[in-house]
């Protein structure tokens, strides 16, 4: 794969991942059962793509591999359940630029729980991400729909924040598909008995828009962020996927007129901004897989 390839390929990334927001406000289903969809077509097609590749899903797995992908795979539910609560309550533009907040609750995990050094550049851009965030923040009472639905999306980008951290313990020897694959197969075993009584209701519409989603937007995007981190440098590729939420709020611009008011598109690029300085500034390592 060429420079040029690869840098189309995280751009087609990024905007797949930014249209998560989209058929997870265009489903007329619930959380659960939107991410239990979502990870049941993602682990056909990802099965479907190492059969042709000739590779085993099974192949490497042992008991500490194995327990790792399971705890990843329920913080991988929870990421995905919390932020289409978000979504169907406050909207994509909101549910986006909370879910942003990810990159701090890393920083903050690391400092508190793996006990790793956080520099002063570090601690401003966590500054810069909790003062964007006050401005995205429509009021801060818990009455306001809107500002329950951006709760929902912190604790999106918080237990994302936990799945990358638990994520970087997967086994090296997996390829990302097997670790793709088994984690969404978690999240199907996970959320599909609790959205199971919901399913008869689920029109021929929503299948159709949950296929796409667990293909493209999830089986689709992995394979893009991977094979494009082949030959782009890491946190080039952090840099790029950090603009999902502009993705994102143009969508929902476009097609559902939700337009954010100017303090959270101020409060949004302070975020988005500190993200980006932060994939500047930072040495390589392996990207997590975004939403």
Known sequence: MTRQRALLSIHLAAVLFGLTGIFGELIQADATIITAGRAGFA?????GFMRWQ???ARSGIDTRSALVLIVAGIMLAIHWVTFFIAVKVSGVAIATLGFATFPAFITLCEWLVLRERVSRSEWLILALVTLGLVLVTPSFDFRDQATVGLAWAVASGLSFALFTIINRKA????SAYQVACWENLVVLVVTLPFGLGGVGAVSSLDWFWLI?????CTALSHYLLVSSLMVLKARSAGIVIALEPVYAIAFAAVLFAQYPSLRALIGGAIMIGAIVWSG??????????AQ
């Open 43 to 47: 682990v056909l097609a990802l099965l």
């Open 54 to 56: 000739g590779s085993s």
């Open 212 to 216: 796409l989603l667990g293909v493209f």
């Open 171 to 174: 086994a090296a020897h997996l």
């Open 280 to 289: 500047l500034r930072q040495p390589d390592r392996e990207a997590a897989v």
